[in-house]
């Protein structure tokens, strides 16, 4: 790697996801589009979404309710639209996987079925300092069966001195805990470290012990590999909104593994969609669940939000992931060198990547703590056309999303801060 704007300029040159960007629409500053590094929070608009968006509202104009059946995209099946990219995006046989809700919501949904307390196994493993939604739906769930949230919630804290945790520091938790441990609920990756977990490890150490292993993937789906199925991962959920760029709200995508397909001992919340298809308009009494993730559904498709998210996945289809993994190593890895770069050339503020330094184990965010003056930092970034965020009380995170960041955007970033220094 070189420190130059000649060398970020060459790699735009010969990436061949370079096009990408040009399907995307950039907020403006000052008439040039702004160094976007906030897809970890919502990901950019996909210039082909609104034409999606207009498809559906037209075809609701015409037709009304014949739309269900008469439209472009029938809406009877909508979610069915959505199967097989989504088994693409996260390693997963398409019955694995449906598109429905909001994340909360899904993880709500899924911890009815896979969090099942006994008196003597009833824990919960998950981060210290957990995103707040998934701190809040665990502590609720467990108070919904009658326990103790400072008894049932065991929390993962890294050594002292460190930010991150070690994957021998989760599996040793999972043992100790053993035959009291329920689940291990954690993010694919940590919305705040973004350091990326084992899940294929931390999913066989939780199976040793007889609990189940389920992962929030807000931060992971549509930027690392994912291998759920082969992983043996029991339950994931993710939203649309951040690397999938599929809109402020966007719908939620589920995974259930495969070997829960047709067990209807599972308890669930249910609703007509997730009810038997052949009979759903019989309206008959008596539930039975649909084969596979289809079977956790609750309500008809939710077309808008849903039109968004198949434009979206579209273009993910057209990238693949393993390209866009391959691109994302080395644009953080950019990011990273000149981090570095910056901080052997001045005395004035000094950057700590709070983020692990080992590629296998981040995706392509960086979190990035000042030692000082982190706030003004941040503000004086905004004012200057970039768009990173922060979060109290001294980290900047970046996230160069390789779909519609390049090169160039990390080269700025890093000539901006050089700027604002000054
Ligand atoms: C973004 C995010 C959420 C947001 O939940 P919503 O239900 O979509 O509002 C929850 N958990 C994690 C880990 C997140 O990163």
Not at 167 to 195: C, F, M, P, R, W
Request: charged fraction near 20%.
């Amino acid at each position: 790697m070189e420190k130059s704007l000649a060398f970020a300029l060459a790699q735009d040159q010969t990436d061949e996801l370079a096009g990408f960007r040009s399907l995307f629409h950039f907020p403006k500053h000052a008439g040039k589009p702004v160094v976007y590094f906030c897809g970890n929070s919502l990901g950019l608009q996909p210039v082909t979404a609104k034409d999606a968006v207009l498809q559906e509202l037209e075809d609701w104009a015409n037709l009304g309710v014949e739309g269900h059946f008469a439209g472009r995209n029938p809406w009877l099946h909508y979610h069915k639209l959505l199967t097989a990219p989504t088994a693409r995006l996260v390693g997963a046989k398409p019955h694995e996987v449906v598109v429905m809700n909001n994340l909360t919501v899904n993880l709500h949904l899924l911890m009815v079925s896979f969090y099942r307390p006994t008196t003597k196994r009833y824990k919960i493993l998950m981060e210290g300092g957990a995103f707040p939604s998934d701190q809040y739906a665990v502590e609720s769930q467990v108070k919904f069966h009658g326990f103790e949230p400072d008894n049932a919630i065991v929390e993962l804290v890294p050594r002292a001195g460190e930010h991150t945790l070690h994957t021998s520091d989760i599996t040793a938790k999972i043992h100790e805990l053993g035959d009291t441990l329920a689940l291990v609920l954690l993010g694919g990756v940590n919305y705040y470290t973004g350091q990326a977990f084992d899940m294929q490890a931390i999913t066989a150490a939780a199976h040793s012990v007889g609990a189940k292993a389920g992962f929030d993937l807000a931060h992971a789906t549509g930027n690392l590999l994912l291998e759920l199925h082969d992983w043996k991962v029991d339950f994931a959920t993710w939203c649309s909104y951040k690397y999938l760029n599929s809109g402020a709200g966007g719908t939620s995508g589920v995974f259930v593994h495969e070997k829960y397909a047709q067990d209807n001992t599972l308890p669930r919340f249910a609703g007509w969609w997730g009810h038997n298809e052949q009979e759903r308009f019989l309206m008959k009494k008596g539930f039975q669940p649909m084969y596979g993730a289809e079977g956790w559904q609750l309500s008809n498709a939710q077309i808008l939000p849903m039109a968004v998210h198949k434009a979206s996945l579209e273009i993910f289809d057209k990238a693949t992931l393993p390209k866009l993994r391959a691109k994302s190593l080395r644009l953080t890895a950019f990011a990273e060198f000149l981090i570095e770069a910056f901080n052997a050339e001045q005395d004035q503020v000094k950057i700590n990547i709070l983020t692990p330094r080992n590629p296998a184990e981040r995706g392509c965010q960086l979190s990035l703590v000042f030692d000082k003056k982190g706030k003004a930092i941040h503000q004086q970034l905004t004012a200057t056309g970039v768009v990173a965020d922060w979060r109290e009380p001294n980290v900047i995170r970046i996230a160069p999303v390789p779909l519609y960041n390049s090169f160039e955007d990390v080269w700025r970033f890093y000539e901006i801060l050089k700027e604002v220094i000054k």
